[in-house]
């Protein structure tokens, strides 16, 4: 079938799966598909690899990311879902920070062929340590499965403009085990709205991410 622009701007779909303009053509970052038709190339952006992805897949009321977007990517493991905001923001920077130095290996990897991508090694829960590395970003992003989770998101906060959007992927499970999903997920929202955060959208992940939601915020 046919790709072709999705609804959401910089993303593409074949009607069934979601792709991005491969920014280093003939190269696969963690096994997907490439797709070539016309000028360019495609990646197939896996929603069971990438939450980012499943939040599209579950309806984002918000896609804050564009060509000139500025990215702080808290928790980017070995960059899955970095990679593909790497072929969105072509012309802004994702600042991607990451504590595992064997996956802070792979982003270095990643980087040798995206100018758009400045990997950090550090722990997102001490922003201090990175603070003079990171310019003011357009979108704060966070996929950190700890217990502190929006703590740490409240600490970064002080990076993200006004009117910026944030993203946090909640890990229900790593936040209390003993806890109802649901009910982790309305604690979240009180907390980031408590912050003086817009909260816009609470989107649970299922079938592609077991036990997560997506909570989307507005910086005022």
Same mark, same amino acid.
């Given at each position: ?26 190269? !696969?970052?963690?096994?997907? @598909? ?8 495609? @990646?197939?952006?896996?929603?069971? @690899?990438?939450?980012?992805? !499943? ?20 928790? /980017? /493991?070995?960059?899955?879902?970095? $990679? ?16 595992? =130095?064997?996956? %802070? ?53 002080? %990076? ?12 229900? =499970? ?8 649901? !009910?982790?997920?309305? $604690?979240?929202?009180?907390?980031? /709205?408590? $912050? ?16 997560? !939601? ?7």
């Amino acid at each position: 079938m046919r790709i072709r622009q999705s609804d959401v701007p910089h993303v593409y779909t074949d009607g069934e799966h979601l792709y991005t303009v491969n920014s280093v053509p003939g190269l !696969a970052v963690y096994g997907e @598909r490439l797709v070539r038709q016309g000028d360019a190339e495609y @990646r197939q952006w896996d929603p069971r @690899r990438s939450k980012l992805a !499943a939040f599209l897949k579950r309806g984002a009321a918000i896609f804050p990311f564009g060509r000139g977007t500025d990215v702080l990517y808290l928790g /980017a /493991a070995q960059g899955t879902t970095v $990679s593909h905001l790497a072929d969105i923001c072509l012309e802004g920077m994702i600042y991607a920070v990451e504590i595992s =130095r064997r996956a %802070f290996q792979k982003l270095l990897d990643l980087s040798e062929r995206r100018q758009n991508l400045m990997p950090i090694l550090a722990d997102a829960g001490k922003p201090e340590t990175y603070e003079r590395l990171v310019a003011p970003a357009d979108v704060m992003y966070q996929d950190v499965a700890q217990r502190d989770q929006v703590e740490i998101f409240r600490k970064n906060l002080k %990076f993200l403009r006004p009117g910026g959007a944030g993203i946090l992927m909640v890990k229900a =499970r790593s936040a209390d085990v003993t806890a109802a999903p649901k !009910a982790v997920y309305a $604690s979240v929202r009180r907390k980031l /709205a408590s $912050s003086g955060l817009d909260v816009v959208q609470v989107v649970e992940l299922e079938p592609y991410q077991r036990d997560h !939601a997506c909570v989307l915020v507005e910086k005022a």
